[in-house]
């Protein structure tokens, strides 16, 4: 169990002198065996505060920000390769961008190539340089593969570590995330910069693979060094969702929340964590209230599809517990409408529809079905694969549900679940359709699909001893269903 009082040092106080700020020079990284190709200590020391901000999510207000950071590497050195790639692979990783897709974006991972080609890069760089190429051309799998060799040669690479991680998280490969991170744990000490993150990061592949107690004990890890590693509280918040301790979580999030507010890029996902517990406990009011005040704004300041997943999933939840969210789709729909054509990743693709399907945007949900359908005609790399066998199917569940057919969207959900892990994400986020599954049996006029909601809930209460809308549900399908 987390307590509190585990750890009593304000991020404020000891959180600050924890994170990393000493910025690396040329030397420095040559002497942690990661020698990278730039005269430029400059370009150096700003590569390495990219590479914090992405581990710790979180902007350096003395930089400017993560944005600024790189903008000043790269009039450090323009020709800096290393520095190219970090930045292109934020671009995939975080921006979900593909050379398919966004003409600008493939000419500037050519010109990473090109420049690569004329540079005498070290073996470590051009590993890198490879990753990069092959995730924005859709081979995640493949560039994970690049990152895992590198890391065979120089194990506290942390853009290796950190890239493969996020990777992995995209791919839905639950083992790999765990794995790929105590490989490398044994060659790191504490003094090397940035250590304490790979605590939250083993901590949440722990708890995706079922290892909840170690999990815990890592996030706790995690915690001590450093009370702002969002990732580690992120890590703790899944334990506590998923082992139904609600109220533990809530104290958690609440009483931490001066730490891990510091940390801007993952907050409003933070709040969504919030929010589910008060969901589970019937809380509706909270959880809409958490949305309005917390995440809402937040999303308002950002644009893709990380604004609309977050967003989606929670509002779908609260609908699904027959909850009248008014008109708080619109926002996200204005946003999910730009990327009904994408197709970066299923996982992305299914929140779109949901906003789509949410904001009674029908038409706009039956376009998206058809150009899924084109995409996996005529889509690249691993995403069409995935969007061909699991995305495809799911979508057409979410668009069917949206018309009010359940029955159809049953029949083309039910036989994928077990597959679904493979759209990526997490065990909490993709529980969306878990429980779109169960609402559609449940509504279903067809009486195999009606004992079907029976069955899945009972499994549900198998895995979830403490979760009371498993309770509601279970109450609601015997209700609407007494033979």
């Not at 994970?144 to 506290?156: Q, R, V, Y």
């Not at 799911?394 to 036989?415: C, K, Q, S, W």
Request: glycine share 8%.
């Amino acid at each position: 169990m987390f307590y509190l009082s585990d750890y009593t040092t304000n991020c404020a106080i000891y959180g600050q002198m924890a994170m990393h700020k000493n910025w690396r020079d040329c030397q420095a990284w040559r002497g942690e065996n990661l020698e990278i190709t730039t005269t430029s200590n400059e370009a150096s020391k700003m590569f390495d505060a990219i590479l914090t901000q992405y581990v710790g999510w979180y902007e350096e207000e003395s930089l400017g920000g993560l944005e600024k950071t790189m903008q000043t590497m790269k009039q450090a050195d323009p020709d800096f390769v290393l520095g190219q790639a970090i930045c292109n692979g934020l671009s995939c990783l975080g921006g979900g961008e593909s050379v398919y897709t966004n003409p600008k974006f493939k000419e500037t991972i050519d010109n990473m190539l090109t420049l690569a080609s004329k540079s005498n890069i070290t073996q470590r760089e051009q590993g890198h340089v490879n990753a990069v190429k092959l995730w924005s051309e859709g081979c995640i799998p493949e560039a994970c593969l690049e990152w895992e060799n590198i890391l065979l040669t120089h194990p506290t690479d942390m853009m290796a570590i950190k890239f493969a991680h996020g990777s992995y998280f995209y791919l839905g490969y639950q083992e790999q995330l765990r794995d790929s991170v105590s490989r490398v744990l044994p060659h790191w000490s504490s003094d090397i910069p940035n250590y304490g993150y790979l605590m939250g990061m083993y901590g949440f592949g722990l708890v995706e693979t079922n290892f909840y107690d170690k999990a815990e004990k890592y996030a706790k890890k995690g915690l001590a060094i450093n009370p702002c590693d969002i990732w580690s509280s992120h890590a703790n918040a899944h334990v506590l969702e998923m082992t139904g301790k609600q109220q533990e979580g809530i104290n958690f999030l609440t009483s931490t929340a001066d730490d891990w507010e510091k940390c801007d890029m993952l907050v409003p996902h933070i709040y969504w964590h919030l929010a589910l517990y008060y969901i589970e406990k019937g809380d509706y009011e909270q959880a809409l209230s958490i949305y309005d005040t917390e995440m809402l704004p937040r999303f308002k300041k950002s644009t893709g599809v990380g604004r609309v997943s977050n967003g989606a999933s929670l509002l779908q939840r609260l609908e699904f517990n027959n909850v009248n969210v008014g008109d708080r789709w619109n926002d996200l729909y204005e946003e999910a409408k730009l990327h009904i054509d994408e197709h970066t990743t299923a996982y992305g693709d299914m929140h779109v529809v949901m906003a789509c399907v949410g904001a009674k945007q029908r038409d706009t949900a039956k376009q998206m079905v058809q150009s899924v359908k084109e995409f996996v005609q005529n889509g690249f790399g691993h995403s069409a694969k995935v969007i061909s066998e699991v995305g495809q199917p799911m979508i057409e569940a979410f668009e069917a549900y949206g018309r009010e057919d359940y029955a159809t969207a049953v029949n083309h959900l039910y036989p994928v679940r077990y597959r679904v892990t493979s759209v990526g994400g997490s065990n909490a986020q993709r529980d969306v359709v878990n429980l779109l599954l169960i609402v559609s049996a449940m509504l279903s006029p067809l009486k195999e699909h009606n004992k079907l909601a029976r069955q899945l809930l009972l499994e549900r209460q198998a895995l979830r001893e403490n979760s009371p809308m498993t309770e509601r549900l279970m109450a609601k399908t015997l209700a609407l269903h007494t033979d």
